[in-house]
């Protein structure tokens, strides 16, 4: 169990241990790798997110950098023109479920927080732009700290390790202790080992078999394994949009290892994934 029983944004109350949470993926990008361009105008945007929401979404994961491999970086303008409006938009049109920005630029993180943001979620763990933490604690929400090394360009040479587990619980702990020196209450912290970035088929695997191990830190969990890869592996199935029952297995994987988010792209389906995993492995 985490150090601490529940959060309460908007008018969700997320009480750890007693659910598993989904968090909806809306990329408002054109080159995601599973949904790029599905969603980059305001409208479909507003109507996936409507969707999402309907399907069982408990949040929504707001994202203007696509940061699958290889993905070139974006500037922060750029970025600010795709996520700004649609956060804003979005609660103009009634969505009002807690939202994540997807992000590693406090300039972003910032700007949706004023259109209406609830938390950040970083891939970076805070480590990209060296304002991120303070600019999380002056805004007093939540933070998303991802294990990863490298960037999407050069992440997947970056897969060596002498002790998975152990190298992601360090990362984890010293960005834990960074953000509370920054004034980062502990209880706005969630943590996600990074699934698919910098790690390879194995890896990610391993990652699912042994998550609990993150558990003693103390936190919140999110997983993001959303038609990646590792399941086209497994399937042979390139196309990343007919992986989803891949991954509703790898989310039972997660639930069963004590996940207490799932970043996922197919909220309807995965919420009944979670509502039966949940009655095996929740008390």
């Not at 992601?168 to 702990?173: D, G, H, R, S, T």
């Not at 990074?194 to 998550?211: H, M, S, T, V």
Request: net charge negative.
């Amino acid at each position: 169990m985490p150090n601490f029983a529940e959060w309460m944004l908007k008018s969700q109350v997320f009480t750890w241990g007693k659910q598993t949470y989904l968090m909806g993926v809306l990329n408002v990008t054109p080159d995601s790798f599973s949904d790029g361009g599905d969603f980059n105008t305001l409208d479909a945007a507003i109507a996936q997110a409507h969707y999402l929401v309907k399907s069982g979404a408990h949040i929504l994961d707001i994202g203007g950098q696509s940061t699958r491999p290889q993905a070139a970086e974006v500037s922060l303008s750029a970025e600010l023109e795709r996520v700004v409006p649609v956060i804003r938009a979005l609660r103009e049109h009634g969505v009002n479920v807690p939202i994540s920005v997807d992000t590693t630029k406090a300039a972003v993180a910032r700007a949706a927080v004023a259109a209406g943001a609830d938390w950040v979620n970083d891939i970076s763990g805070a480590v990209y732009d060296p304002e991120m933490l303070g600019a999380i604690a002056a805004l007093n929400v939540p933070i998303v700290l991802m294990h990863m090394r490298g960037t999407p360009q050069t992440m997947q040479q970056l897969t060596e390790y002498q002790d998975l587990m152990g190298e992601i619980y360090e990362f984890l702990a010293r960005r834990v202790e960074a953000a509370i020196a920054k004034g980062i209450p502990s209880s706005h912290i969630m943590l996600d080992p990074g699934i698919g970035f910098a790690k390879n088929y194995d890896q990610n695997l391993e990652i699912l078999r042994q998550l609990s191990k993150l558990r003693t830190l103390g936190f919140p969990l999110l997983v993001g394994t959303s038609r990646k890869g590792f399941i086209g592996h497994i399937l042979n199935q390139p196309n990343a949009q007919e992986r989803v029952w891949g991954t509703a297995a790898t989310c039972c994987a997660a639930i069963a290892q004590g996940a207490d988010v799932l970043r996922v792209h197919d909220v309807k389906e995965m919420r009944d994934v979670c509502l039966v995993a949940d009655a095996i492995w929740r008390d």
